[in-house]
């Protein structure tokens, strides 16, 4: 699918899916944003299971997660995505998670439990990897922590670091990137509790808290960071679904609010969408609310560059819900959704 007509003027959405579950790849959208509706202008299933994306300018970044990984770059100028040349290797199996950091796009390579970083050229596109860090471990669920799994890559709010988590090993990394050689140097490790299974985590917009949301319980870590040391020390654990609910319940995607009031929590199986109200320092998160995700399994939670929307990527229920959000409660409230298969991602440009 494609087209070259240039592109109405106004805010883009771009949704990542799973063509192997009948997801039609990489989807643009037109967003309206007085309403936030969402507009489906176009696809590309150019590459397989572009799970996850990252966006620079005109240009799009998706993962492919297979066992032979790889990062596809997407020109997003007209109505629908148009692949700008070949998938470029990551030397990782199954990445599920991209970032931009110092001129490089990072990887996190779930199967394989590594980080990858790939310079950008100037065109935007991704050259080959310079480094590949292979993550060491394991933890108590056997049947998902025989080994490492990377599940997201992220640079810290100071640009000096970039931290990785890590569900396999029950602990966060954190690296040094350095912008001539795009080499990955390991500074640190914080290890969470075991059995936790962290899968993402999210830092407080005044850059000294960071959240990390757990998979394997379904709970918050919340914790210090030290952007000077490159430090990330946890401070206590905070579930986000109500004493007695009935799982199982696995969290998948953590946001905070540009004013650092609230946080947002996916959690796949109960199918809801948690509320945290933050400390006014950021150090402690209480569950206030949960909410339905208006489908099934959320595997992805936007804010809209607003800050006023939420948008939930529900994989089996195959479509993308958008919620406008109470600025006194931080409750969202359902307000429409567009057909999405297999849906995984959604990012805003």
């Known amino acids: 699918m494609g087209g070259t007509e240039a592109v109405r003027g106004g805010a883009r959405a771009y949704i990542g899916s799973f063509t192997s579950g009948g997801g039609r790849g990489v989807l643009a959208a037109e967003v309206d944003e007085e309403t936030g509706a969402l507009t489906v202008t176009g696809a590309s299933d150019a590459v397989p299971d572009p799970s996850f994306l990252a966006l620079a300018g005109p240009v799009l970044h998706a993962v492919s997660e297979t066992e032979n990984g790889a990062v596809a770059a997407f020109d997003v100028t007209g109505p629908a995505p148009r692949p700008l040349g070949p998938p470029v290797p990551v030397g990782g199996a199954a990445p599920t998670h991209l970032a931009l950091a110092a001129g490089h796009l990072l990887t996190a390579n779930y199967t394989s439990g590594s980080v990858t970083a790939l310079p950008l050229a100037e065109d935007g596109t991704a050259r080959p990897a310079t480094a590949v860090l292979s993550h060491r471990g394991s933890g108590p669920v056997a049947e998902r922590q025989r080994g490492p799994h990377a599940h997201q890559v992220l640079p810290d709010p100071s640009g000096g670091w970039v931290v990785s988590v890590d569900l396999g090993t029950d602990s966060v990394r954190i690296c040094a990137l350095d912008p001539a050689t795009g080499s ?23 850059g000294t808290h960071a959240y990390v949301l757990n998979e394997l319980q379904p709970t918050l870590t919340v914790c210090r960071w030290d952007a000077a040391e490159g430090v990330l020390e946890p401070l206590g654990e905070t579930r986000v679904v109500p004493e007695g609910a009935t799982g199982p319940s696995y969290p998948s995607e953590v946001v905070v609010a540009p004013d650092g009031r609230f946080l947002w929590a996916a959690v796949r199986g109960d199918d809801t969408l948690a509320v945290l109200a933050l400390d ?70």
């Open 184 to 206: 990955l140097t390991l500074h640190g490790e914080t290890p969470l509790r075991p059995g936790s299974g962290p899968r993402h985590l999210a830092f407080h917009p005044a």
């Open 280 to 349: 006014p320092d950021g150090g402690a998160a209480t569950l206030v609310a949960t909410v339905p995700c208006g489908g099934s399994w959320p595997r992805d939670l936007t804010l809209d560059p607003s800050g006023r929307r939420l948008y939930a990527a529900n994989e089996r229920s195959g479509d993308v819900t958008w919620f406008t959000l109470d600025p006194e409660t931080g409750v969202p409230a359902r307000a429409g959704a567009i057909e999405a298969p297999a849906a995984s991602c959604v990012v805003f440009g």
